[in-house]
């Protein structure tokens, strides 16, 4: 089947740095994309989302990145916080097309002081 | 947190055995999910509904089922617990004219 995520399992960033989260898609017929925050003991939290008809949006601190080219989406976190540690997925929809979101696995993000 | 609970927040129960799990959501949404996560998975889809009585299958059905007798409630059921159901299992909501799916706080269920 179709499958969400490059497996980069940890990313440590000094804090107020800024942090690229990279994901792999390989189903060209996907076209809503989101990114989750996921900390430890709770539930994903909602980040931001795109579709596939724009190659960018922002929202507070953070910057969602699509390339439908090579089928790559990344979260952009600027001048990354404590509380920005946690681990980050992505998922993808055909939006018209059934319930199912395929899930990445996940990155750690560890911000270092 | 669109005011999703879930409940129990941890079970250990035995292999054989049946156990459902309940998720409960305050706003009236008629998209209502099941989830399990594993390491190295992600979210894999269990069932869904889209309304009361109304459900299908996700991608890991087997082993499980699920009730929506009432909006505000989605149950899962394992009608007999295996190891291999050992997991952390959330509920998610889909808002009405939205997209993204907003999540529960988790139940970890371990099977012994």
């Known amino acids: 089947g179709e499958s969400v995520g490059l497996h980069l399992p940890t990313l440590s960033v000094q804090e107020g740095d800024n942090s690229i989260i990279n994901c792999a898609y390989s189903?060209?017929?996907?076209?809503?994309f989101i990114w989750y925050k996921q900390e430890s003991g709770k539930g994903p939290q909602f980040i931001i989302d795109?579709?596939?008809?724009?190659d960018k949006r922002q929202g507070q601190r953070v910057t969602v990145l699509l390339n439908k080219t090579v089928k790559h989406l990344s979260l952009q976190i600027a001048a990354t916080q404590p509380g920005d540690s946690a681990v980050y997925f992505c998922?993808?929809?055909?939006?018209?097309?059934?319930?199912?979101?395929?899930f990445g696995p996940g990155t750690r993000l560890s911000v270092l002081p | 947190d669109a005011g999703i609970t879930q409940s129990p927040r941890h079970k250990v129960t035995e292999t054989g055995t049946p156990v459902t799990l309940r998720c409960h959501q305050t706003?009236?949404?008629?998209?209502m999910y099941w989830y399990r996560q594993d390491p190295g998975h992600g979210l894999r889809l269990i069932h869904y509904?889209?309304?009361?009585?109304?459900?299908d299958k996700g991608e890991v059905s087997d082993g499980y089922s699920v009730s929506r007798s009432k909006t505000e409630d989605f149950l899962l059921t394992l009608e007999s617990a295996t190891s291999s159901q050992t997991s952390v299992y959330f509920c998610a909501i889909k808002r009405e004219g939205g997209s993204e799916q907003y999540f529960g706080p988790g139940t970890r269920l371990t099977v012994t």
């Open positions: 189903n060209s017929a996907s076209d809503y």
């Open positions: 998922a993808e929809n055909q939006e018209n097309y059934g319930q199912n979101f395929v």
């Open positions: 795109i579709r596939s008809n724009m």
């Open positions: 509904s889209y309304g009361v009585k109304d459900t």
């Open positions: 706003e009236n949404h008629r998209y």
